[in-house]
Structures are given as structure tokens and as C-alpha cells.
């Protein structure tokens, strides 16, 4: 079983930043295809990035150039570096899994609230 949980959430202003965090158990995480998503109030749940088990990320329109995503597998930890906040960027943030390689995540955390102030 693997669990994901997200930490790093909070209520910042515009222009902040913040990291999330997403732990993964298992004992395998490098080869986990990995991804956050967000959801907004009321509307659905969208892919924001993901990052492979080679190393490769992608990111939505959105993020590009003031999100990064990152993992240390040593850690067994995923990141999602927000910089330059917005209040359209305040969601509920998720971590998501792709433990067997099937190309769907599989699992998916509980979520951190990021709430961006103007």
C-alpha cells in the first residue's frame, strides 16, 4: 500500500511564495511517475505537473515559469515550489502517484489548502 501525504499549505498574499511537500511511502518512489493537481473552488480538479522516473517534468500553461516541480528520491519526497502567487492560484493542492506504471495515478493524497489574500 502506498500512501502520499501533502504538507506546506497556508494563507499567504499576492507575490508570496511556498513550497508544498508530498511524502510518499513505499519502497520504490523512483519509479513512481508523479504529478500535482489542483482544485479551485467549484471548479474541477486540474493537472498543474508532473515529473517522471527519468526525470523529466511537465508542467500546464499556467505554472510555466513560476512553479517548479521536484522530487528526491533519496527522500522519497515530491515538491511543488510556488513563486509569485496570485489569488487565482489559491486551491486545494494535490499529490498523485503512478505506482505501477500504467499510466494513471492510482493514488493520490489528501490535499493542502494554499489560500493566496490579494
Known amino acids: 500500500q502506498v500512501t502520499l501525504v501533502e504538507s506546506g499549505g497556508g494563507l499567504v498574499q499576492a507575490g508570496a511564495s511556498l513550497r508544498l511537500s508530498c511524502a510518499a511511502s513505499?519502497?520504490?518512489?523512483?519509479?513512481?511517475?508523479m504529478a500535482w493537481y489542483r482544485q479551485a473552488p467549484g471548479l474541477v480538479r486540474e493537472l498543474v505537473a508532473t515529473s517522471n522516473s527519468a526525470g523529466s517534468t511537465t508542467y500546464a500553461g499556467f505554472g510555466k515559469g513560476r512553479f517548479t516541480i521536484s522530487r528526491d528520491n533519496a527522500k522519497n519526497m515530491l515538491y511543488w515550489e510556488m513563486n509569485g502567487l496570485k489569488p487565482e492560484d489559491t486551491a486545494v493542492y494535490y499529490c498523485y502517484g503512478d505506482v505501477w506504471g500504467l499510466g494513471r495515478y492510482d493514488y493520490v493524497g489528501r490535499g493542502t489548502q494554499v489560500t493566496v489574500s490579494s
Open positions: 513505499g519502497p520504490a518512489f523512483s519509479t513512481y511517475a
